[in-house]
């Protein structure tokens, strides 16, 4: 008897598509892209005794929180939307400074020094010193403390921008400028928060 | 005899389907790969509060996420907890669990740790300022206040 050679009969792979598919859903649904955003700070190290620097009252603006979420700039009260562009004048120092024009003339003008800046020559004067003081207290809402700190980075951001601008004529971002670059704008604006401890 | 058989019936050839699970499946291993399982659930509520100058935290293996909120089972109290990974973390342990994070990174990675603080707007100060003490104590001086993208209203 003669025998037939047979082939194997192939494996109906129709359905290995529908199987894929509900593996890809499943993890489709299961996927989170979403990264993690935030105000990014460096916190100063720890050291058991406070330390005290002395610091010159016209190099500090004073921003306080308390527990009624009332905000205080300077000496006086203001609202968060006027937070940042106080914040700017302060940082840019432009002013001829006058110390005996009362306080509030002392307070909106930190001191410039000579900094050696790339790209901005020698005798480029920073406000390198200057400080911005947040208080808190124990009782401030962390959503009233966020939009302060907001405001603050928003205001060296808007800053930094200007100058990259000026300077550079270009945006202030990493894509656009060169390591130095941005270094050399981060120095002359030097992000200076001070974040004081809540008070009890 | 003509070249062009006119009048032939002819049938649409079928398209060749045999690809499909391979391309499906090149799909998929992507999903896979990108995928990363949500290891802890949040015992805490945690709504974060809109900023608009938030940065991306980039890269995820250096992070740690510490949740700050009311509990959500009502057993554990009304008051702002901690949570880290699975448990509740209380303020004195803080010093310890960052620590041993911290050592459980690879060694070049250790310097570059970065705390990201997920806080509920509701939050009283009194308690992120406890937890950013206890993180200066831990050595943990990268932090991040975790918040939503917002577009600036006025510029």
Redesign the interface.
Known sequence: MARKKRKAPSIN??S??D???T??IF??V????D????????????TEEQTNQDIKKRNILNVL?NANNDLMIGDDFGKV?DLCEKAKNFIKAEGEFAGDRGPEYIQANPEKYPELVQYFGADTKTPKNHVISLQ????????M???V??EL??AY?QLREELSQSKFGKPYDEEELSKEQMQAIKDYYPMNIS?A??K? | MSKFNKGGKKEMPELNTSSLPDLVFSILFFFMCITHMREETAKVLVNTPQASEVVKLENKSLVTTLLVGKPKDKKYGVESLIQFNDDFLDIENVVPKMTQQRQSMKEVDQPKMQVSMKIDRDTKMGVVTELKTQLRKAQCLKISYSAKKQIRRNK
């Open positions: 792979s129709s290995s598509a199987l894929a598919f593996l890809l993890f489709l299961v996927t989170s892209m990264t993690d955003e935030g105000l990014t700070r460096l916190l100063p190290r720890w929180v939307e808190s207290d124990y009782g401030t809402s962390y959503e403390y966020i939009k700190q907001n980075v928003a951001n974040e401890n809540a009890y």
